[in-house]
C-alpha cells in the first residue's frame, strides 16, 4: 500500500533540535566535537575574497603594456589605500607627469605585461557563523561548519521574512503596545491576533529582533518587503525586524497550543528565523527556544511516519482557495477526482473549523506535528 507525505509544520515543545552551520567556503572550525556552545558563539569562519578591478595603465599613461613594469611604482602582493600613487610617466625634463592613483583600499594582485593592466583586490570579506542555538556541537564537518544539538521548543510558522536573529520572548497584546516604550530593544515580540503594517513599523521603531503574529495582511508583507511576494524563498531581505506568521493572511489567532508553548517560555531567549520556502525543498520560518534538559522523558523526536497522511491528521492548507485554513482529515478517497483547475489529483476530504467539509488536493496540505 503506498503511502502520502506531506511537509509537516512542527509545534514541539520539547524536542531534538539539530542545526547545520556552515560556511559559504572553506575556512576554520573555531570549535570542537563535544563542545557546549550559545547562540552568539563563532563556530566557523574564513574569509571572502574581495571585489577585482582592473586599471588599464598603459592605456591612461600612453604606453606599450610591456614597459609597464617601467612606470609602476607598486608592486605585487603590496597593499595600497585609496589615493596612493602607483604609477606615473617620466614626463617631459621633468614637467608634465602623469600619474595614476588607487581608487580604493586593496592589494596588487597581478601585473600584466601583455595587456598592460593591473589589478587591484579590495580587501578580503570576513565572514563569521555563530552557532544560533544553545547546545553542544555534535559533528564537525571538516573546513566547512558543525552541527548543533539541542534540546527545546520548536515553533514553526506558515511564513516568514526577515534573517536569523535572537532575542527575549515578550508577549504582548495589541491595545497596551503603545505604552511599552523602548524597552522591546532586542525582544522577540508576539502577538496573539493579526497585525497590519502599521503596527509592525511601530513595533520595529521600538526596536524589535522580531515578531511572531497569528496573521498578517498579504498586501502589507509586500508593502514591509517593497516588491511582490513571489514563491522564492525568502530570509535576504533587508530589514530590521524578522516576521513569523503562524497561522496565515487575515485577522486570525496563533493557535491555543503554539501560544501556550510561547507563553510558558515568556522572558526566556529564543532564536528566530523568518527564512520560507513553499515549493520543492520545503523551508519553515521557525523560533526556537532551547531547553537543553537532557532528564525530560517528554521530549519528542521527530519520525518522518509523522509525515504520513491518515484520517485524524490535522492539516493545513497551503495554497488557495482555502489558503491558511486548520481542519481535520475525515477521509481520503483511494481515486483521483476533477478539482477545480479541471485536473484529476488525489485529495482528502478535510472538515474545517465552521464543520463545512472541503476536497482538498493533498499536495495542497501540510501536516501540523503537535
Avoid: W
Avoid at 47 to 68: D, K, V
Amino acid at each position: 500500500m503506498s503511502k502520502s507525505y506531506t511537509p509537516g509544520l512542527k509545534v514541539l515543545r520539547n524536542t531534538t533540535i539539530r542545526k547545520e552551520r556552515k560556511l559559504p567556503l572553506k575556512g576554520d572550525i573555531n570549535c570542537s566535537k563535544g563542545d557546549s556552545v550559545k547562540y552568539n558563539d563563532v563556530v566557523a569562519s574564513t574569509y571572502l575574497p574581495g571585489n577585482i578591478h582592473m586599471i588599464n595603465i598603459s592605456n591612461q599613461l600612453n604606453i606599450e603594456p610591456e614597459t609597464i613594469n617601467d612606470y609602476l611604482l607598486a608592486s605585487i602582493n603590496q597593499e595600497v589605500d585609496k589615493g596612493d600613487i602607483i604609477a606615473e610617466n617620466k614626463g617631459l625634463f621633468g614637467f608634465f607627469k602623469s600619474q595614476i592613483s588607487s581608487p580604493f583600499k586593496g592589494k596588487i594582485s597581478n601585473i600584466s605585461k601583455r595587456t598592460g593592466q593591473l589589478m587591484i583586490s579590495e580587501p578580503d570579506i570576513p565572514v563569521k557563523i555563530d552557532a544560533y542555538i544553545d547546545g553542544k556541537v555534535i559533528e564537525i564537518i571538516q573546513d566547512e561548519g558543525v552541527i548543533v544539538e539541542s534540546e527545546g521548543a520548536l515553533i514553526q510558522g506558515i511564513i516568514g521574512v526577515g534573517s536569523e536573529k535572537s532575542g527575549d520572548i515578550e508577549l504582548l497584546d495589541k491595545k497596551d503596545f503603545s505604552s511599552v516604550g523602548n524597552s522591546l530593544n532586542g525582544k522577540i515580540v508576539v502577538i496573539k491576533g493579526s497585525i497590519n503594517k502599521t503596527l509592525y513599523d511601530e513595533l520595529s521603531s521600538k526596536g524589535a529582533a522580531g515578531i511572531i503574529a497569528g496573521g498578517f495582511d498579504y498586501k502589507s508583507l509586500s508593502k514591509i518587503l517593497g516588491y511582490k511576494l513571489g514563491v522564492a524563498i525568502t530570509g535576504t531581505e533587508e530589514i530590521s525586524t524578522t516576521l513569523i506568521i503562524t497561522e496565515g493572511f487575515g485577522e486570525v489567532e496563533i493557535s491555543q497550543k503554539t501560544y501556550d508553548i510561547l507563553r510558558e517560555n515568556n522572558g526566556n531567549r529564543a532564536s528566530i528565523n523568518g527564512a520560507t520556502q513553499i515549493r520543492a525543498g520545503v523551508i519553515r520560518p521557525e523560533l526556537i527556544i532551547s531547553i537543553n534538559n537532557k532528564a525530560d522523558n517528554n521530549r519528542k523526536e521527530f519520525d518522518e511516519n509523522d509525515l504520513i497522511i491518515q484520517e485524524g491528521s490535522k492539516v493545513r492548507v497551503i495554497r488557495e482557495p482555502h489558503f491558511g485554513d486548520i481542519g481535520v482529515i475525515k477521509s481520503l478517497p483511494k481515486d483521483s477526482v476533477v478539482i477545480e483547475s479541471e485536473t484529476k489529483a488525489r485529495v482528502a476530504e478535510v472538515e474545517f473549523s465552521n464543520n463545512k467539509r472541503k476536497l482538498v488536493p493533498r499536495a495542497n496540505l501540510e501536516i501540523i506535528l503537535e
